[in-house]
């Protein structure tokens, strides 16, 4: 396929616009005025399976609620690892988006990490978040998205916040490609990308590096994983 050269500048630009709007004619918005995957309308409940070391260990779930021009997205999540059926670590997570016309305008969330608290309230605040967490406060921009995964918009951003601690976490972003993937028998047509930090400097446990798979029409969230102390997997079991 020959190329334009301005269309060869989108690809080099971002591989994943130039995918949908060759496949699907999508055209993305030249200014993230929504940081929303506006496709999550009919989504009710997302349900995964959590897995370290190929053993299931919890769920993590969430929970779309809507009021006219407003979404709430509930998450929580909830693993513990076990030897010998002691348990060795317990992790909790409960935090809840709020968008209003696509926009992230309030979130808060509270972690028992093993008995170790953290939390993150972050509001917008013009063109800014204002972030409240256990490992940073301050002002970011409004571009920034949760890595919660479930949206798929953060493909496009700059950096991502913790959920967790209110982190920022400078990414880049690699389209790699289209696989099929199958989960519980069931059959995906996704897109994988690999996030990873771009700060060199960062110590190796708190170095992004996690590959995401989207499905390629819905673009809703399907897998994830990632290398931390084990080998650990998110896999979608339902959508609601």
Wanted: charged fraction near 30%; glycine fraction near 6%.
């Amino acid at each position: 396929m020959k190329l334009s050269r301005s269309r060869w500048e989108n690809f080099i630009r971002c591989p994943f616009c130039f995918y949908i709007k060759e496949k699907h004619n999508i055209d993305p918005p030249s200014t993230p005025r929504f940081n929303i995957n506006m496709r999550v309308d009919s989504l009710l409940k997302e349900e995964f399976d959590i897995y370290r070391n190929n053993k299931h260990i919890g769920k993590h779930i969430f929970s779309f609620k809507r009021e006219n021009d407003q979404l709430a997205v509930e998450s929580e999540i909830n693993f513990q690892i076990k030897k010998l059926g002691i348990v060795l670590y317990k992790y909790n997570v409960k935090g809840t988006e709020y968008f209003k016309e696509g926009k992230l305008i309030k979130f808060e969330s509270k972690t028992d990490q093993n008995g170790k608290e953290k939390y993150v309230n972050i509001n917008l605040e013009g063109d800014e978040l204002v972030i409240d967490g256990s490992s940073f406060k301050g002002k970011v921009p409004s571009e920034y998205l949760l890595g919660t995964w479930w949206n798929h918009s953060i493909v496009k951003a700059e950096a991502q916040i913790s959920a967790v601690s209110g982190r920022i976490i400078k990414q880049k972003v690699t389209f790699l490609g289209k696989e099929k993937i199958i989960i519980n028998g069931k059959e995906y047509d996704c897109l994988h990308f690999n996030f990873s930090s771009t700060d060199k400097k960062l110590k190796k446990d708190k170095k992004l590096n996690t590959d995401v798979w989207y499905d390629e029409k819905t673009l809703n969230w399907i897998k994830a994983s990632f290398n931390k102390k084990g080998y650990w997997e998110y896999k979608l079991l339902s959508l609601e």
